[in-house]
């Protein structure tokens, strides 16, 4: 009996269905992506820096215990993170400036002993060289969500038929599909809030461990 040929598979096409699936990857595949804090640093100055009031200082230290230890007022303690955002805006809303020094948007307690107004409160934080990156994010997560809360607040005040808030407001500035007519009178709301809410926070040198 003749034996039977095996058919042949036509791979002609193969080279093709190939390529073609290697584009429909390429196309369709996320690539991951670090994405960093942003911060903006200040520009070189030979300027003698001005002396600054304890109690305009709001210190805050992330030990390699990734516990935060905080100095407010002449206060020293300890505090837990889920209530850092809440000890910043204290900080940071006191008001108790007089004079020239007085704040007109400030809600807080007005403590003399505590910070003056807006522009000069400032939020120092140093960590340990072994504190956890992942503390380290959530604390700057904490301090800048405490900035916006008050930038919120007085955005609502300045432009209270907007319907919108400061970070509200950024994220539509920062949208690429926003017009750019709209984008400018955007630019000048949130350089205003900025101007009376200035985000003045400063990074110590990293202990070591």
């Known amino acids: 009996m003749a034996k039977r040929s095996a ?4 791979a002609g096409s193969m080279a093709d269905i190939a390529f073609l699936l290697l584009i429909f990857f390429l196309v369709t595949t996320d690539i991951a992506t670090d994405s960093g804090l942003n911060r903006k640093l200040p520009p070189i100055s030979d300027e003698v820096p001005p002396k600054i009031k304890n109690r305009n200082i709001f210190v805050l230290n992330v030990n390699r215990n990734n516990e935060l230890l905080m100095t407010r007022a002449g206060e020293e303690k300890r505090v837990q993170l889920k209530d850092l955002r809440k000890e910043v805006v204290t900080f940071l809303d006191n008001g108790g400036g007089t004079g020239e020094d007085a704040c007109k948007y400030c809600e807080g307690a007005r403590n003399p002993d505590s910070s003056d107004n807006f522009s000069k409160a400032v939020v120092s934080l140093s960590n340990d060289r072994l504190t956890k990156y992942k503390t380290y994010i959530s604390v700057q997560n904490e301090i800048i969500a405490a900035y916006n809360e008050i930038r919120n607040r007085v955005y609502k005040r300045l432009y209270p038929k907007s319907g919108l808030n400061y970070v509200e407001t950024n994220n539509r500035y920062q949208d690429p599909q926003t017009n750019p007519d709209e984008k400018e009178k955007l630019k000048e709301k949130l ?17 070591k461990g």
């Open 7 to 10: 058919p042949e598979v036509n």
């Open 191 to 207: 350089e205003e809030v900025k101007k009376i809410v200035p985000q003045i926070f400063s990074e110590a040198d990293t202990k």
